[in-house]
């Protein structure tokens, strides 16, 4: 709150200058979304007289005010337009509810701490502009370079946000389908497909695969959003994190390329059973008892059977949900169906079920990272649990798939911007093309710079980068990748 409480100081210091010089523009409003509401409305207050100063200066009593000239009359127009921006980011729900969290600094909201220092730059040289026409327009240059850099962290910001609201929507639109299933409200198969279509197309267009998460207790992905009894959401954020991974690999099956959507549906119906385990068992960090393993092994015969019940027009889909925790040695459930007995489908699922399971956070474990993730599932195939073919495809992803953020062995840090999917060759699952980002030193480039490691001589991928690092690193300019 110390940072509100000296932006409230200044504040009230303008607002006196403003009682003297009229055209003096707004400063910015609180970084802090829970600041007190006074501080809003005073920033209010200045926002509006900026917008009178731009349309028409008002006639003051006493001294004449300056006059602007043509460009700085421009500029503050879009200091004006930035600071609505500003603004608005700054008091959505959505961030709101980033920013309040104190469990950890989200990136995004540091970022966005960092963008409100730049803009009250701005704001104090606009707020500065001389008499002289000569000397404003010397001043404009420099202001207009600090709204351009205004500017472009703003995108930055405002796309990283829409991509949150996205995924928070998607989860939310599937936790609609799951709490109806499970309580009987109207649910139609429609909306279904329609998010099933949406994850086909991201994988059409190559668009990185972004694992999607919500905590075990998560009701609502902010402050007045739709609710949901716990553990939908987590489930929800699961389904679609399995959907994902079919949208990407079932066009490598004869079977399955042809029709796509099936597979991706099934994933995001794949754990509608679930509802009936309670939020406190699935996040326990220790075993489970006897009686809560037998309630979380029924929720595969209770997701067929829930299928069965609210879509019986794709009644043959319920086996596969039914299987996906069948393993290919038999030791699986519910049924200890052993190689092909369990239906391709259901072999498909349980493939990308480990997968995307291992590649997000449990309340017992850390996520894994990309590679590690496809080592495990590979190595259960080997050893006879999941069907060697179907984890094949998970080659497809790479050790490292697209939008991974990794250090290379020579020190810089790069995010995988494609892969070579090519089975016959066991190298390029770890030799993707990368777009450097930052130096050795971890100095950010200017633009990146693209490096396709499958022909590179010397050098590689030393690792995936933690989270912590990726802030330290990237969290100055790439926000949406930390």
């Known amino acids: 709150m110390s940072d509100s409480r000296g932006l409230l100081d200044r504040i009230t210091a303008f607002r006196q200058r403003l009682e003297s010089v009229p055209y003096l523009i707004p400063d910015l409003i609180p970084v802090d979304p829970g600041a007190d509401r006074g501080i809003l409305n005073e920033s209010e207050a200045f926002r509006l007289r900026l917008q009178q100063i731009v349309a028409a200066p008002p006639v003051p009593e006493g001294p004449p005010a300056p006059q602007f000239t043509d460009r700085a009359r421009r500029l503050l127009a879009a200091a004006k337009s930035l600071l609505d921006r500003q603004r608005a980011f700054t008091t959505d729900p959505l961030y709101a509810a980033l920013a309040s969290d104190t469990r950890a600094t989200d990136p995004l909201v540091a970022y966005h701490a960092e963008t409100v220092a730049v803009t009250d730059s701005a704001v104090r040289l606009a707020q500065s502009f001389p008499d002289s026409p000569s000397l404003q327009l010397k001043q404009c240059t420099g202001l207009d370079g600090l709204l351009g850099v205004v500017q472009e962290r703003l995108a930055v910001q405002e796309r990283a946000l829409a991509r949150r609201r996205a995924d928070a929507e998607r989860i939310d639109k599937l936790a609609a389908v799951y709490t109806a299933m499970a309580t009987g409200g109207a649910v139609g198969l429609p909306a279904v497909a329609a998010l099933a279509e949406e994850l086909l197309e991201e994988a059409r267009k190559s668009e990185p695969l972004r694992f999607v998460y919500a905590p075990v207790e998560s009701v609502a992905s902010h402050r007045g959003s739709q609710t949901f009894p716990a553990p ?5 954020a699961h389904a679609v994190n399995v959907a994902q991974v079919i949208a990407r690999i079932a066009p ?4 399955f390329a042809a029709r796509p959507l099936l597979g991706v549906v099934a994933a995001l119906l794949v754990d509608c059973g679930m509802t009936t385990v309670p939020a406190a068992v699935l996040a326990k960090t220790g075993g489970l008892s006897a009686g809560e393993r037998r309630l979380v092994d029924a929720h595969s015969q209770m997701g067929a059977e829930l299928i069965l019940k609210c879509f019986p027009e794709i009644a043959p889909m319920a086996a596969a949900v039914a299987a996906h925790h069948e393993r290919f040695d038999g030791t699986g459930y519910p049924s200890a169906l052993k190689g092909t007995t369990a239906p391709s489908l259901g072999r498909l699922l349980a493939v990308a079920d480990v997968y995307a399971s291992l590649s997000s956070p449990r309340p017992h474990r850390p996520a894994r990272d990309g590679r590690a993730a496809l080592t495990e599932t590979l190595l259960m195939a080997e050893h006879g649990q ?9 080659i497809r992803l790479s050790f490292y798939p697209v939008g991974t953020v990794v250090e290379l062995t020579d020190g810089r840090t790069g995010v995988v911007a494609a892969n070579h999917p090519n089975p016959a060759d066991p190298r390029t699952p770890g030799r993707p093309v990368i ?10 480039l200017p633009h990146p710079e693209h490096v396709d490691l499958a022909t590179a001589d010397r050098g590689g991928i030393l690792r ?14 790439y926000p949406d990748l930390c």
């Open 464 to 477: 995936a980068l933690p989270a912590d690092r990726r802030r330290e690193v990237l969290g100055a300019r």
């Open 386 to 394: 999941l069907d060697r073919t179907y984890a094949g495809f998970l």
């Open 232 to 236: 939908v959401r987590f489930l929800a």
């Open 435 to 444: 777009a450097v980002l930052a130096d050795a030193s971890g100095v950010l």
């Open 252 to 255: 490598a099956d004869a079977e």
